[in-house]
T-cell receptor
Framework: DTEVTQTPKHLVMGMTNKKSLKCEQH?????MYWYKQKAKKPPELMFV???????INESVPSRFSPECPNSSLLNLHLHALQPEDSALYLC??????????????FGPGTRLTVL | GENVEQHPSTLSVQEGDSAVIKCTYS??????FPWYKQELGKGPQLIID?????GEKKDQRIAVTLNKTAKHFSLHITETQPEDSAVYFC???????????FGTGTRLQVTL
């Protein structure tokens, strides 16, 4: 089973709202990722967690706040977003072998619209 | 850093024909090359991958070839079917890094 689940599927929020995106995997993967994908573009890496610790932050604005409560869950907390943050937010996970990342498996994404 | 170029950006083939998508990468230290298929409204799905110690890998109608000297790799889909219509992304990973560098994507349309 190579399933990564994400909730919600769709989210509409105002610029003053606070919301969270959730991601879950039960494949025993110890690396989890957040990507942002704009229409007709490839996914852009935002954050990487390795062994529940933040290992990569691709200079993402602080209005995006990731959290990894345990090895199966990954959250992305959203606050004071801008309309240009509207995009498909993808979660992915992978094994870590001797600390090295392996094949990444993606979830279906959350379609976020900021009004 | 790594840079991946992908061509063509759009590709239209008739059902039953073959489709080839090509990618080039810049970092000779890149050692892992996955291909993802993304259907409308869905997340990318891994369809095949290849590591730098292998020149070719095949899975039913899908094959990937890697030329390390020329720093390019290609996706080959034979006997295309309408359900192959999607956007395909190549990617490269350097060394032991977690980060994948994606190509710009190819929109494949298989017509009846």
């Amino acid at each position: 089973d190579t399933e990564v689940t994400q909730t919600p599927k769709h989210l509409v929020m105002g610029m003053t709202n606070k919301k969270s995106l959730k991601c879950e995997q039960h494949m025993g993967h110890r690396a989890m990722y957040w990507y942002k994908q704009k229409a007709k573009k490839p996914p852009e890496l935002m954050f990487v967690y390795s062994y529940e610790k933040l290992s990569i932050n691709e200079s993402v604005p602080s209005r995006f706040s990731p959290e990894c409560p345990n090895s199966s869950l990954l959250n992305l907390h959203l606050h004071a977003l801008q309309p240009e943050d509207s995009a498909l937010y993808l979660c992915a996970s992978s094994h870590l072998t001797s600390g090295n990342a392996d094949t990444q498996y993606f979830g279906p994404g959350t379609r976020l619209t900021v009004l | 850093g790594e840079n991946v170029e992908q061509h063509p950006s759009t590709l239209s083939v008739q059902e039953g024909d073959s489709a080839v998508i090509k990618c080039t990468y810049s970092d000779s230290a890149s050692n892992y090359f996955p291909w993802y298929k993304q259907e409308l409204g869905k997340g990318p799905q891994l369809i095949i991958d290849i590591r730098s110690n292998v020149g070719e890998k095949k899975d039913q109608r899908i094959a990937v070839t890697l030329n390390k000297t020329a720093k390019h790799f290609s996706l080959h889909i034979t006997e295309t079917q309408p359900e192959d219509s999607a956007v395909y992304f190549c990617a490269a990973r350097t060394g032991t890094a977690s980060k994948l560098t994606f190509g710009t994507g190819t929109r494949l349309q298989v017509t009846l």
